[in-house]
């Protein structure tokens, strides 16, 4: 027995041999590439997503899909750092969903920089403080993020890239369940935990917070409170899990938006987002949605905000997502179409569909 084990870990050690070297040999491919882009940006998310899709696909097992794009995310990510040192802001502070969001796309390999609000990682890469802000706009139980709709009606920045991010909400103390008199929380992660809150906390008090990592923050520092955030949150501020995965919904994930100054090229599976108004009259919603239809555009996402004008009370722009590239010959004759009937519109980018 200890004979064979001796054997397949040498077999193991050739073949981490045999790794580093094609790592290596990788990198350098990569930096050949970066010095033929003569500036040219480092990140191409169509680039990067059609690598991981063509790894799960011819992917034989044992190793699971996600687990085989999660190692190559860290492969793409220590290459692209030899092309270009890249800075990324995200809602923070540190230890929220936000920054494990950027880490899920970016890889390690970026510097990731936490801004106090929204408004704030939309205004520094505005400013050209940073290529990329990763934002949150909505979650599968508790609907959109409002304010990042409302900047993206606003921002020059394009979006590039999206996220889906599987959320495990935790509770998180330095003491225990019972001492308990206060759970502090971003208004959503409450929400996403409301039954579990009724049933196992009934009498404690619920505080929205800015964010989940303030609001471990602020467990760490008072007595009988508590946190719902991620484990990345319990790590970094020193608290215990009293309890795992406590959101109401199992598969309860938030998708995130990678906004800059890229356009990506169409991949095959592609998102287009847009924002929209539709004149005060009885059908103008439906007349809108009749270019899709027509050219067979799939529309994935629609949502209402109040238009943010003074003297536009009581109206409305419309947030739409649909399947395809802007570029896309179906969709592009819907968006010219749309452009002659809508007052206003807005393409908010076209981008490739998120790999888990």
Known sequence: MAEDIDKLRRDIDAVDDELLKLLNRRAGLASRIGALKH???????????????????????????????????EVISACRGLEEAIRVIYLGPEGT???????????????????????EAFRRCEARAV?????????????????????????????????ELRVQQNLLAKGTLKELRRVYSHAQSLG???????????????????????????????????AIAGEAAAERYGLTVLARSIEDTPN???????????????????RTSLVLSAE???????????PLAEHRVSMTRIESR????????????????????QKDAPVAKALAKLRTAAPFLKVLGSYPVAVR
């Not at 500036?39 to 799960?56: D, F, K, Q, S, V």
Request: aromatic content about 6%; hydrophobic content about 40%.
């Open 39 to 73: 500036g040219a940006p480092a990140y191409r998310p169509e680039r990067e997503t059609e690598i991981l899709r063509r790894m799960a696909d011819s992917n034989p097992g044992p190793l699971a899909a996600e687990r085989v794009t999660a190692v190559f995310r």
């Open 97 to 119: 969903f936000s920054e494990q969001a950027v880490r899920q796309h970016f890889g390690r390999a970026v510097e990731a920089l936490p801004a106090a609000s929204v408004d």
């Open 131 to 163: 290529q990329f802000t990763v934002v949150p706009v909505e979650n599968s139980t508790e609907g959109v993020v409002g304010r990042t709709l409302d900047l993206l009606l606003s921002t020059p920045l394009r979006i590039c890239a999206e996220i």
């Open 192 to 226: 996403q935990c409301d039954a579990w809150l009724a049933q196992h906390l009934p009498g404690v008090e619920r505080v929205p917070l800015a964010s989940n990592a303030e609001a471990a923050q602020r467990a760490a520092h008072e007595p009988a409170t508590a």
């Open 252 to 270: 309860n994930t938030t998708r995130f938006l990678v906004l800059g100054e890229l356009d990506p090229a169409p991949t095959g599976k592609d």
């Open 280 to 290: 005060n009259k009885p059908g103008a919603v439906h007349a809108l949605l009749t």
């Open 306 to 325: 109040p238009a943010r004008s003074r003297s536009a009370l009581w109206e409305y722009v419309f947030f739409i997502d649909v399947e395809g590239h």
